[in-house]
């Protein structure tokens, strides 16, 4: 089993960043595809980034590329999102997910992915 940990939201200023950090326990973080998720009030959850179980290969929702970067350390089981030019759409809940997957396909639905943390608020205001 894995457990998942997410820390580091909080509120910001428009145009702000922010990262988020999200902690893996019980396993190994080899061979595990990892992402991040958001669900903002009254709207479902939606994919943001993943990222592959080696670290080499990354997706990212239009709505964020170019402004936030995943990225994780496999030799201290972790992942990070780097949030920059924030905008008050990005205001939600953040989610880390994580799927036991050998191949270098990154996850892109709530469906694919077995574990989750319980989320960190993040709040961009203006």
């Known amino acids: 089993q894995v457990q998942l940990v997410e820390s580091g939201g909080g509120l910001v200023q428009a145009g702000g960043s922010l990262r988020l950090s999200c902690a893996a326990s019980g396993r190994t973080f080899s061979h595990y595809a990892m992402g991040w998720f958001r669900q903002a009030p009254g709207k479902e959850r939606e994919f943001v980034t993943g990222i592959n179980w080696s670290g080499t290969n990354t997706d990212y929702a239009d709505s964020v590329k170019g402004r936030f970067t995943i990225y994780r350390d496999i030799a201290k089981n972790t992942l990070s999102l780097q949030m920059n030019s924030l905008k008050p759409e990005d205001t939600a809940v953040y989610y880390c997910?994580?799927?036991?997957?050998?191949?270098?396909?990154?996850?892109?639905?709530?469906?694919?992915?077995?574990?989750w943390g319980q989320g960190t608020q993040v709040t961009v205001s203006s």
């Open positions: 997910a994580a799927q036991v997957i050998y191949t270098s396909y990154v996850p892109e639905t709530k469906r694919e992915y077995d574990y």
